[in-house]
């Protein structure tokens, strides 16, 4: 049995990977890394770094998120989300490492009309998406002891993303427009760091062994799902500091109204059971854990 695990993090200052470094530190001895103290688009150091730090667990929560930019950096987009996820996994092989890496809802194009399994065929509308899908390809084909988590729409309350521009934008605006007609489960970063910690507990004793028997593609994401209309107009009520808001008017909107580099999928809420048959554990639904995000700011 394991005393201490060593594992290391990459994308420790993004929104997720900041809340999993607060939440795996206490498993065991972290280290933990973002760019430019590693460049993942630098495949030798890359390696290197795995080889040297010989963790139990390798977690990737970095990638080339800039969905808009994607379309004019393919290739960079294609370097960060694609090869270097399939570096990770090799070395994780060779290295006899459990590999936790995060993918997206993006990976589809949204016309199911129902929340998507796992095996649903992917068909990504941009390169973010299509870089992600092959990103979980490569890690698939390289096999071993991985979990590759699909989740959608991660927010905190620290960095850019949708709440805090909803919450920007009601300070600075007397009207604001959202789209009614792009569909996912917001998913609130701390609960998935939260999940994801429980996971590797549930593998302390023998991460390569528990890894492989659990091994594969699993979408964990935040409970039901909603408009970005209905989600911002629960950020808007449940503002902690609403004295601040300018806002007086939400009005429903289109995407067709809000042109973007990038097509996004419509609907595109990802259906959790196979996580929680499989492991029996689940995130809250994503008004609770809403209200929790913004309880805490
Ligand atoms: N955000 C979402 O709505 C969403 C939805 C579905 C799935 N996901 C997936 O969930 C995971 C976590 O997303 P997130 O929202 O936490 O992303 P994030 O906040 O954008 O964090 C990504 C991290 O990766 C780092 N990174 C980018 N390029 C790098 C490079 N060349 N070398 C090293 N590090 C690099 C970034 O550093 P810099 O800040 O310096 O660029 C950042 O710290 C990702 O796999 C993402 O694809 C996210």
């Known amino acids: 049995m394991k005393h201490s695990l060593r594992i290391l993090l990459l994308g ?14 206490p498993l065991g001895e972290m280290h933990a890394y973002d760019y430019p103290a590693i460049d993942l688009g630098d495949y030798k150091s890359l390696r290197q770094l795995i080889m040297d730090c010989q963790p139990d667990v390798l977690v990737n929560s970095a990638a080339y998120t800039a969905v808009d930019r994607a379309e004019d950096e393919p290739e960079l987009a294609k370097s960060i989300n694609t090869l270097a996820p399939a570096i990770m996994a090799e070395e994780a092989l060779h290295n006899g490492s459990a590999f936790i890496h995060f993918s997206t809802d993006y990976v589809f194009d949204g016309l199911k009309g129902t929340p998507y399994l796992e095996n649903d065929l992917p068909n990504p509308l941009s390169v973010y998406g299509s ?3 092959a990103g979980e390809l490569a890690v698939q084909q390289v096999g071993g002891a991985y979990l590759t988590l699909r989740t959608s729409w991660v927010y905190s309350l620290r960095r850019d993303n949708f709440v805090s521009k909803v919450l920007g934008w009601a300070r600075s605006q007397p009207t604001l427009k959202l789209v009614t007609d792009q569909i996912s489960g917001p998913t609130w970063a701390r609960k998935l760091a939260g999940v994801t910690s ?12 528990w890894f492989s028997e659990h091994c594969g593609l699993y979408n964990l994401a935040g409970s039901g799902y909603c408009s970005r209309f209905e989600w911002g107009q629960q950020v808007i009520k449940l503002d902690p500091h609403k004295e601040q808001q300018i806002v007086r008017e939400l009005l429903p909107a289109t995407s067709a109204d809000f042109p973007t580099p990038a097509r996004r999928p419509l609907f595109s809420a990802l259906n959790c059971d196979h996580f ?3 492991f029996n554990m689940q995130l809250p639904d994503w008004k609770v854990a809403l209200k929790l995000a913004m309880e805490s700011a």
Do not use: C, S, Y
């Open 12 to 25: 420790n200052t993004g929104q997720l990977g900041w809340e999993l470094e607060r939440t795996l530190t």
């Open 276 to 278: 929680f048959h499989t």
């Open 131 to 133: 870089t992600k899908l």
């Open 198 to 209: 429980q996971l590797i507990i549930l593998g302390r004793n023998d991460p390569n062994a």
